[in-house]
């Protein structure tokens, strides 16, 4: 099997510094994590709140703490660094080479959405973000790893894109459309950003962060892993 992972982010419209933060780290054990943060209110001080957020997570994963756990533990950081006043969504998603399986761990309202050879699954009970409420748990889901699955992981500033028009983008449907497309992760990412910027006349009402995974079968070759980044500066 092979992994191709792409993310599409960008920052509310005026703002200098989106305050969504995403982070990947490789598991001791094996294979990759990839954490998703979106602090409360954007700016500075939410990319402060979601970098604090993604630092514990990633710091735990990387000693081989349980994606469940990893998460339980930087809610109560930031429930105890800022006293229960500030919260941020967080999703970890993991393709864990130890049990072969995929791990989705969510914390944020947005729902998870998976492509499976056998149809699309919505991943979206109640869950509840971090740093609020005393005792809170993520919602986890364990997947086998298959070729053809894809994961799309998002923060809230997707689904709020045309709201000020009173057309917010139906984000389950868009991904099921791009989908049928049979995109790969980085034009898929692409794509649902794309369409968010259009609907908010390329003025975006919050941050957006879009993380897209994909599982593909191996074609014959080496072992050799790619990573690429394109950012403005």
């Known amino acids: 099997m092979h992994l191709d992972v792409a993310v599409a982010k960008t920052r ?3 703002t200098p510094e989106s305050g969504d933060t995403i982070e990947m ?3 001791p054990g094996g294979g990759v994590s990839f954490v998703v943060v979106d602090g409360q209110r954007s700016g500075k001080s939410a990319k402060a709140i979601s970098n604090l957020v993604a630092r514990k997570a990633v710091a735990l994963l990387a000693e081989g703490v349980r994606d469940g756990a990893a998460a339980r533990a930087a809610h109560d950081y930031l429930y105890t660094h800022r ?3 500030v919260s ?3 999703n970890i ?3 864990d080479l130890e049990s072969r399986s995929l791990v989705l761990s969510r914390n944020n309202h947005c729902p998870a959405i998976v492509s499976l050879p056998a149809g699309i699954r919505l991943f979206d009970e109640p869950s509840q973000p971090v740093g609020v409420q005393r005792g809170t748990k993520p919602v986890i889901h364990e997947l086998p790893l298959a070729p053809g699955t894809t994961v799309v992981i998002f923060t809230d500033g997707l689904t709020a894109a045309g709201e000020r028009k009173g057309q917010p ?3 389950p449907d868009l991904v099921c459309e ?3 497309r049979q995109l790969n992760a980085q034009d898929l990412a692409q794509a649902l ?4 910027l259009q609907a908010d006349d390329r003025r975006p009402a919050d941050d957006i962060s879009i993380l897209v995974l994909t599982i593909r079968a191996r074609d014959q070759g080496d072992d050799t892993r790619w990573l690429n980044v394109s950012m403005p500066l």
């Open 25 to 27: 780290i490789e598991r």
């Open 178 to 180: 791009l989908i049928g």
């Open 169 to 171: 983008l139906n984000v």
């Open 12 to 14: 509310k419209y005026a």
């Open 93 to 95: 998603v993991s393709v």
């Open 193 to 196: 950003l794309q369409r968010a």
């Open 88 to 90: 941020a969504t967080l």
């Open 83 to 85: 006293a229960g006043k």
